[in-house]
């Protein structure tokens, strides 16, 4: 319920600041005083008297401390300002105060800065840079300052220059041209105005990092500390929502066939030269009405930049599973399956070519030591309780399966094939894979608030199984017939996209590069399933983005967080500066295993994946 601004409703805002509570009241005409905590500035839009502007309004909720009014309010807004920029600058020695407006006329720069006549703040020259490093495709990014002067003025002034110094109390305005909205019917371009809000809101940040080091008691670790904390009840539902859906499909299980023993002695009685049919199980969703609950989802409700994005993103991914899904078994299914993990690039294909150059002949031993599918069970069992030493809340455990083909983590689970062929001198390497990689990634998700982290973020696929054949080298079991399968996967992957169909496929392993059968129909089947399945290539890509990325001094440790993709990582640091995540829980074997920390060592100091082989 709306609230007027009256003497007992300042009291109260000032009561709640000096207790460190979190202050969200709604204002006549549709105005908000949210601030999140105590925090030594404020951001402020004030409708036009003339009429309001809701898509300017919506650039200050992407800041942990702001107020909506409008002009017409001045008087008793003025007070409710005043009161509280000298509450936070009594509490942190200064206060910065910082006015949103639209520009009046279209041939306003993109950002006017109103700020200091006499000096040029280090803070404002922070704020300009930032701005300037906007660049919006099809609008030109122009920064021009000016006097904070007219801000200072009758009949808008919100504080006295006399008050302003007293309290060392620092005031902006910046004007944004509307280019987020037709000037003629008012109609606002979404798109446009989600990366700008995103853009500017960044850039406000940084500038106020800048102020509050220099001139406050406050001492934020990075800039972004200074964005919202409390996460409302909206984003909790939308992420449960997303997460139910997600739930209810196992995608990876979905799109292998059930009848791969079959399949394999079908193709062998025809002699490698009739493409096998393949079953699959029985799809338990209908893909339509999924999609529809899926964008019943409220995600613009949420006035988190960094929380929408996330939701869109992951959204954008179920839509394409489903699609996925529903094209099963069709032509259709290659190319989504392309949209959602790509392709093969002309670099990654090289690679490829180059480990299968490298290693022409895989290693023919005569006897082999395979483990019996119970033993590596009861090892994986084993290491899946190493886990929950770390952290009481992992609930996994492993499944023997016949219609299982090799390895599968599912929901947190490991699955074993019945038939499952490991070489005893691959059982470590594998349980790090599986359990130390893709089960641990699942419960740190788990540990964290936000489910999409346990869920996987849209291609996070390519990390995990880099991470995952990184930790094989890691532990000692990653060997050049591993190597040799990773690169096989790519190379089929490229000539499935380019209309290469299985049995071409399948000799071309076995005569070109010289794989035994039941190897090139295992690589040959995991790239043809569903109808094209191009996830397989994500694994040497993985490794090859994950040790540049190691190579730039990056840590191994943040990336376990849960499943999230590479680019993700900055969006991962600023919800833990903000408090909104927390430390991983769980740490895999090798990290806490003095042996390996100079092959850790190594791989800062840069290696390639031909180092690896």
């Known amino acids: 319920m709306a609230e007027s601004i009256t003497e ?93 407006m639209a520009a009046p006329a279209p041939d306003e720069p993109l950002f006017k800065i109103f700020g200091p006549e006499k000096q040029l703040p280090a803070t404002l020259k922070v704020l300009t840079k930032e701005l300037e490093g906007i660049k919006i495709s099809g609008v030109r990014t ?74 406050t008691t406050h001492k934020p670790v990075h800039f972004q500390a200074l964005g919202r904390q409390a996460v409302n009840r909206v984003v909790w539902r939308i992420d449960k929502q997303l997460t139910n859906i997600s739930d209810q499909f196992r995608f990876l299980l979905l799109v292998t066939p059930v009848n791969n023993n079959e399949a394999w002695e079908e193709f062998r009685r025809n002699k490698y030269n009739k493409t096998p049919t ?47 899904l529903a094209d099963r078994n069709t032509p259709a299914f290659l190319y989504s399956s392309m949209q959602l993990y790509g392709g093969v690039d002309d670099h990654l294909l090289k690679v490829a ?19 019996p599918v119970e033993e590596f069970a009861a090892m994986a069992e084993q290491e899946i309780n190493f886990l929950k030493e770390q952290y009481s809340g992992v609930d996994s455990g492993v499944d023997v399966r016949d219609d299982i083909v090799g390895l599968i983590v599912s929901k947190g689970r490991l699955n074993v094939g019945t038939d499952a062929k490991i070489p005893r001198h691959r059982a470590e390497a594998l349980i790090q894979h599986e359990v130390g990689t ?11 608030p936000l489910q999409q982290l346990y869920v996987g973020s849209p291609g996070y696929e390519e990390l995990q199984e880099g ?6 080298w890691l532990v000692g079991g990653l060997d050049q017939d591993r190597m040799r399968i990773l690169a096989a996967r790519v190379v089929s992957v490229y000539h499935l996209t380019k209309g290469c169909n299985f049995t071409d496929n399948f000799w071309r392993l076995k005569d070109e590069y010289h794989f035994e059968d039941e190897v090139a129909w295992d690589i040959t089947m995991r790239v043809h399933r569903g109808g094209g399945l191009t996830k397989d290539a994500v694994y040497l890509r993985g490794l090859v983005h994950l040790l540049d990325y190691l190579k730039q001094g990056h840590e191994l440790e943040p990336l376990l967080i849960g499943k999230i993709r590479q680019d993700y990582i900055p969006i991962v640091q600023e919800l833990i500066f903000r408090n909104v995540l927390r430390p991983v829980p769980i740490k895999p074997r090798y990290l806490l295993d003095p042996a390996i920390r100079p092959k850790l060592k190594q791989l800062k100091a840069g290696i390639s994946v031909f180092n690896l082989l």
């Open 467 to 472: 991470l995952a054949v990184l930790s094989e």
């Open 278 to 324: 393949f079953h699959y199980r029985l799809m338990p969703i209908d893909a339509d009405q999924l999609k529809r609950k899926l964008y019943n989802i409220s995600i613009e409700k949420v006035d988190d930049p960094t929380l929408a994005y996330l939701f869109r993103d992951k959204r954008h991914e179920l839509d394409k599973m489903l699609t996925m």
């Open 353 to 371: 070519e180059g480990i299968l150059a490298a290693i022409p002949e895989p290693t023919r031993a005569k006897d082999i030591d395979i483990i």
């Open 8 to 100: 007992d409703f300042i009291r109260k805002i000032k009561r709640s600041l000096k207790r460190g509570k979190r202050i969200h009241r709604r204002l006549p005409d549709g105005g908000l005083v949210y601030i999140d905590r105590p925090l030594p500035f404020l951001v402020l839009f004030r409708h036009p008297k003339e009429q309001t502007d809701h898509p300017t309004a919506d650039f200050v909720k992407a800041n942990a401390s702001y107020i909506i009014s409008n002009q017409g309010q001045t008087e008793e807004l003025r007070k409710l300002v005043q009161e509280i920029a000298k509450t936070m600058a009594n509490e942190f020695g200064a206060f910065m105060l910082i006015e949103l």
């Open 142 to 215: 122009t920064v021009e300052t000016a006097s904070n002067e007219p801000l200072l003025q009758e009949p808008y002034c919100l504080m006295a220059e006399e008050d302003l110094k007293k309290y060392s109390i620092l005031t902006l305005g910046l004007q944004l041209k509307p280019v987020y909205k037709d000037t003629a019917t008012g109609k606002v371009y979404p798109l446009l105005l989600r990366t700008l809000r995103e853009k500017i809101s960044n850039a406000i940040k940084k500038a106020v990092f800048d102020f509050v080091q220099v001139q």
């Open 438 to 448: 893709h089960i641990l990634t699942y419960f740190n998700g788990k540990a964290q």
